[in-house]
């Protein structure tokens, strides 16, 4: 199996990969594992990725053109055409367990990538990511820590690797909303822009479309994280909103 991990912290891989399981499976040749430093294919002198995300905020956001760039390069690195799996780890992913270990081992090649600060622009899941995966709802400060725990759990399922296979069960609770889109520049890219609804500088109207944003969002992958408890009066009457056109939707199909 070939996995390319896209990150800007490479030298955090070198201790984890070096060593037990994973060295012995590198050394005979059942795994390759190559790093893509985001941060060189930056476009501008200072090597920055980030910047500010449109409709304010607090933090920044990983631009698109560099990810992709980095892609691309690993694509041609390769030089042959595998259909990758392309994985973002971010905790708005689902939730990697034992099945998604099995599911990815029967691939020839993944690449992953890392993501950081207040996350990616929305364009680079739209454009080239087929899974977003999460170790459990919580925040960590990169997707290097998870992606270490992928690679680790997918490798042991590879014939080989282990004299037998071995499995883990994790439980993980978490209260609140799954995030919204992000975006930052630039504004357009490729046949994407950013929603116009961010441009209007509008504070109020920005929230009211986040909100539902992160409300849409948890009901179709974690409708198990909108218990009562956690919902505003507010919520309740986006949720019913979105419910309703749901069920207009399907009643005009019917």
């Known amino acids: 199996m070939k996995i390319d991990i896209l990150t800007l912290f490479p030298e955090m891989f070198t201790g984890p990969f070096d060593s037990s399981i994973i060295k012995r499976a590198r050394d005979k040749g059942l795994l390759e594992i190559c790093f893509t430093d985001i941060r060189n294919f930056s476009a501008n002198k200072h090597n920055t990725v980030d910047d500010t995300p449109y409709g304010g905020g607090a933090g920044m956001v990983m631009q698109a053109p560099p990810i992709m760039r980095a892609l691309e390069h690993v694509r041609e690195q390769r030089g042959d055409m595998l259909p990758a799996r392309v994985i973002l780890m971010c ?4 939730t990697f367990d034992q099945y998604w270990a099995r599911d990815l081992a029967c691939e020839e090649h993944l690449v992953i990538i890392c993501g950081h600060y207040e996350g990616i622009d929305e364009r680079v899941r739209e454009l080239a990511v087929t899974d977003e995966l999460s170790i459990g709802d919580y925040v960590l400060t990169g997707g290097e820590l998870p992606a270490m725990v992928v690679v680790d759990a997918v490798s042991r399922m590879i014939p080989g690797v282990l004299g037998e296979k071995a499995s883990a069960e994790d439980d993980s609770f978490y209260q609140g909303l799954l995030e919204y889109p992000q975006y930052t520049r630039p504004r357009a890219y490729g046949e994407l822009s950013v929603p116009e609804i961010l441009m209007s500088g509008h504070h109020e109207k920005i929230r009211c479309w986040r909100r539902r944003q992160a409300l849409l969002k948890t009901l179709e992958r974690r409708p198990d994280l909108l218990r009562e408890d956690v ?24």
Request: net charge negative; aromatic share 0%; proline share 4%.
């Open 91 to 94: 905790p708005t992913g689902l």
């Open 231 to 254: 919902l505003s009066n507010e919520d309740r009457d986006i949720l019913r909103e979105i419910v309703d056109n749901i069920q207009g939707v399907i009643k005009g199909k019917a």
